[in-house]
C-alpha cells in the first residue's frame, strides 16, 4: 500500500514538475524581445531600422534608439545647444511615430566621437541596462568617424556585456545578444553581406513620416550639403512627399539588391513583390544564431 501511494505521489509530482517547465518555457516564449539600435547620430537608427523597429513594437516587443552623438554640429545655419535640442526633439517624434519604446541622444559631440573605455562603458552599461536580445549597429567601413567609432564601440562591447565585473554596477547580460550590422553600400575591405532581408512596405507609412520628421536633417542639412536644397518644396505636404519618394528609393534598391534573399525568406511570390526591405548582417561577434532562430529573432515571416 505504502509502495502504490509513493508511487503515486511520484507521478504528481513528476506531472506537477514537467507541467511548471512547459508553463515556464512558454511564457518564456511569449516574453517580448529586447533591441536595442545605435547610431552616430540622431537619424541613423532611424534610417537604417525604422521599418523593422515599427513591426517589433506593433507585436509588443520592446525598442530602443540610441544616438551615440547629439549631432550639433550638422547643420548650415545653427549649431550648438539649440541644434542638438532640435535634433533630440526630431528623433523623439520619430519614436512616437514609429511606436518604440525609447529614443535617446547621448551627449557626445558631434564629428569628435572617439573609441575611449569611457565611452565603450558607456555602451556595455546600455545594452546590459536592456537585456537586449539583440543588438543593431553600423559596420566599421564608412566615411563618417562617428559612424566608424559607434561601430568599433559597439563590437568592443559585444563580449565584455556578458563579463560580469565589466561594469558590475548593472548585471551582466545572461546570454551575450544576437550583433547586427546595418545595410550600407561600402565596398572595402569587403562589402555587406545580408543574413536577413524584411519587407518593410506594411510600414511604409510610419517610416517614411519619420524620415520626414527629421527636418533638420534630411530637408536642411543633407539637401544643403549635396547642392539640392533649392529642390525642397516649401508646402508642408508636398515636402513630405518629396522626402517619401527619396526613401523610397533607398529601400527600394535594398530590395532589389537583395531579391534572392526576400524569396528565400518570403517564398516566391511574395519575395518578388516585396517593394521596398531592410537588410542586416550577423556580427561575427555576439551569439550567432541559425536560419530559424534568426526568423524567431524577425517575427515576420509567414509560414
Known amino acids: 500500500m505504502k509502495s502504490q501511494n509513493l508511487a503515486q505521489w511520484t507521478r504528481n509530482f513528476l506531472g506537477l514538475f514537467l507541467g511548471t517547465l512547459i ?24 534610417v537604417r531600422a525604422a521599418g523593422v523597429a515599427a513591426m517589433w ?5 520592446k525598442v530602443k534608439f540610441v544616438s551615440v552623438t547629439n549631432g550639433d554640429i550638422g547643420h548650415y545655419a545653427m549649431a550648438g545647444g539649440p541644434l542638438a535640442l532640435t ?32 565611452n565603450r562603458k558607456t555602451i556595455a552599461r546600455l545594452i546590459r541596462e536592456w537585456q537586449a536580445d539583440i543588438v543593431l549597429g553600423p559596420r566599421s567601413n564608412d566615411y563618417h568617424p562617428d559612424h566608424r567609432y559607434t561601430a568599433i564601440l559597439v563590437q568592443d562591447a559585444a563580449f565584455m556585456v556578458t563579463v560580469p565585473f565589466f561594469t558590475p554596477t548593472v548585471p551582466r547580460v545572461e546570454k551575450n545578444p544576437v550583433f547586427l550590422y546595418y545595410h550600407d553600400r561600402f565596398q572595402r575591405p569587403y562589402p555587406f553581406t545580408p543574413d536577413i532581408a524584411v519587407d518593410i512596405g506594411p510600414v511604409g507609412d510610419q517610416k517614411y513620416a519619420c524620415m520626414a520628421a527629421l527636418r533638420s ?22 515636402r513630405k512627399a518629396w522626402i517619401r519618394e527619396r526613401f523610397q528609393a533607398r529601400d527600394a534598391h535594398v530590395a532589389d539588391s537583395y531579391r534572392e534573399l526576400l524569396i528565400e525568406y518570403y517564398g516566391t511570390e511574395r519575395g518578388n513583390a516585396v517593394e521596398f526591405a531592410e537588410a542586416f548582417e550577423i556580427s561575427e561577434y555576439g551569439s550567432q544564431p541559425t536560419r530559424e532562430q534568426l526568423k524567431a529573432l524577425f517575427p515576420f515571416f509567414d509560414e
Not at 508553463?23 to 537608427?45: K, M, N, T, V, Y
Not at 518644396?233 to 508636398?238: G, I, K, L, R
Request: charged share 30%.
Open 23 to 46: 508553463f515556464a518555457g512558454s511564457a518564456a516564449a511569449q516574453d517580448p524581445l529586447r533591441i536595442i539600435a545605435f547610431g552616430g547620430h540622431p537619424d541613423d537608427c532611424e
Open 217 to 238: 536633417q534630411f530637408s536642411d542639412w543633407n539637401a544643403w550639403l549635396a547642392g539640392y536644397h533649392d529642390e525642397v518644396p516649401e508646402e508642408e505636404e508636398a
Open 57 to 61: 513594437a506593433a507585436m509588443g516587443h
Open 87 to 118: 535634433r533630440k526633439a526630431e528623433i523623439e517624434e520619430c519614436g512616437k511615430i514609429l511606436g518604440i519604446e525609447e529614443s535617446v541622444m547621448l551627449d557626445n559631440h558631434d564629428g569628435e566621437l572617439m573609441p575611449t573605455l569611457e
